[in-house]
């Protein structure tokens, strides 16, 4: 977890039920800043691209603001969604935002309209809970409380769609940098992982399944792949984050430290360190070799439902 000037500064946000954002010095453990957020609890956050600014989202919008500022007002608003916004990210370039929401949909965002207006809307029969950007940069898969796992092909608004388990509701799901797997966890604590291949000119990405893990005792969380692709990453409401090899998705390690709830989690951009977000109101810096926690983030007074991380170089 590297540490430079203020091109490569690391960045850490926290957030959730008592309205607020904290910005932390990651190897101190002190907040820097608190921006109010009085409009709702916030769902997820992400960093953009460049660096410069955290997309919060919570119920019926998601607010910008700037990072590298003082300023507590949020520079951008984006209004018009129905519900709860429960997923949040970015193209590559910056180009342009997508989210998920409880209104049943998946939207494309246009960032660089001045009008903040939804490019495209991908509607679903149940709502979503999660969405993740292939590395190809053209094809979203969203999870819905149904159990299904969509894959959009944004460019055709053709989709393709599985359900791993009837009933079980698609909590996260998440793709590695090479583009080789994706994995999915649900709400009974299943993990499922499929090989990731290409489709052949006009033909979605095609899922191989890999392997089923029964993960965790309860609901699962989140789930997030390491950087270099070795590690998986999934969280729960069983109080652990377990870190499997993607070798052969044995165990390696089991996170523990009485956090309740663990609702969200980051890895450093080198892989040794994972950053987690939980219901007793704290969020921790692990070492994933060690086991142990390294630094504790407590200054929230609810819990913390929401983490944005990088240390890494932004894009130029």
């Known amino acids: 977890m590297s540490s430079g000037g203020n091109g490569d500064q690391v960045i850490l946000a926290t957030a959730g039920y ?37 997309a919060a989202a919570g ?71 999660t969405v993740a950007l ?39 799901i998440a793709i590695n940098s090479d583009a080789s797997l994706l994995t999915a966890v649900n709400n009974k604590g299943t993990c499922y992982v499929w090989r990731l291949t290409p489709g052949k000119e006009d033909i979605l990405s095609e899922l191989h399944p890999k392997c089923k893990k029964e993960a965790h005792r309860k609901y699962a969380l989140k ?14 409401a069983d109080q652990t984050v377990k870190i499997w090899k993607t070798a052969d998705f044995s165990l390696l ?14 890895f450093s951009s080198d892989s040794q360190y994972l950053v987690t977000a939980s219901s007793d109101h704290m969020a921790r810096l692990w070492s994933v070799e060690q086991g142990t926690v390294k630094r504790e983030f407590n200054g929230h007074q609810k819990a913390v439902t929401a983490l944005a991380f990088s240390d890494a170089v932004p894009r130029p």
């Open 134 to 172: 292939h590395p190809n940069q053209g094809e979203l898969f969203v999870g819905d409380q149904s159990g299904t796992v969509y894959v959009w092909d944004i460019r055709s608004t053709r989709n393709e769609q599985l359900v791993p388990e009837e009933g079980a509701s698609i909590q996260s």
């Open 223 to 236: 789930c997030k792949f390491s950087p270099d692709c070795t590690l998986l990453a999934t969280t729960s």
């Open 253 to 266: 390690t089991t996170l523990e430290a009485n956090q309740r709830w663990v609702w969200d989690c980051a």
């Open 18 to 54: 008592d309205h607020t954002i904290r910005f932390w010095q990651a190897h101190t453990g002190i907040c820097q800043r608190t921006v109010q957020h009085p409009d709702s609890q916030v769902n997820c956050m992400e960093i953009t691209p460049d660096r410069r600014c955290l």
């Open 59 to 129: 119920y019926q919008h998601i607010r910008m603001y700037d990072i590298n500022s003082n300023d507590t007002t949020p520079t951008i608003n984006f209004d018009g969604v129905s519900k709860n916004v429960t997923a949040v990210g970015f193209q590559e370039d910056g180009k342009w935002m997508y989210t998920g929401g409880d209104d049943c949909s998946a939207r494309i965002w246009d960032l660089r309209s001045r009008t903040l207006h939804c490019q495209k809307i991908f509607q679903v029969n149940a709502p979503v809970n």
